[in-house]
């Protein structure tokens, strides 16, 4: 029983760090971006992570109440720089545009991440 369970925590292991890597270059006119908050899965959270980043607005829903960030690194959750989108309330969206550069903290419950706070980066 013992073997069995660390063969597939081993194996889930592996999908996860298959996942990871290198950032890779989309668009939002390539109808490549995530759903509002998606990432690929890394395992469902007990209890809400936090994260902070700075990025680049890469786009804008406020009908889906989503902003997509280009993002560096984000230590707290150790993951690399990407590309990804986080449900934003309508008044954190006010005054931002493409191409802005913001920092941010977030909410993430281990499938989607919830933009906490956000303001234009100095």
């Known amino acids: 029983m013992k073997r069995s369970t ?3 925590s081993v194996l889930a292991l592996a999908f ?8 890779t270059e989309t668009t939002a006119t390539e109808g490549t971006a995530a759903e509002p908050g998606a990432v ?6 007990t209890t809400p992570e936090h994260g902070k980043g700075a990025g680049t607005v890469s786009a804008i ?6 902003i ?3 993002h560096g690194a984000i230590p707290e959750l150790k993951w690399p720089a990407m590309e990804m989108s986080f ?6 969206l006010a005054g931002l545009k493409v191409g802005d550069k913001v920092d941010f903290a977030f909410d993430w419950d281990g ?4 933009v906490t706070e956000i303001r234009k980066a100095n």
Do not use: F, H, N
């Not at 449900?87 to 954190?92: G, T």
């Open 40 to 45: 690929a899965d890394k395992g469902a959270a």
């Open 68 to 70: 997509t960030l280009d």
């Open 111 to 114: 499938k989607s991440g919830a």
């Open 6 to 8: 660390m063969s597939a």
């Open 61 to 66: 829903d406020p009908a889906k109440g989503a």
């Open 16 to 23: 996860v760090l298959a996942g990871c890597g290198e950032r």
């Open 87 to 92: 449900a934003a309330k309508p008044e954190q």
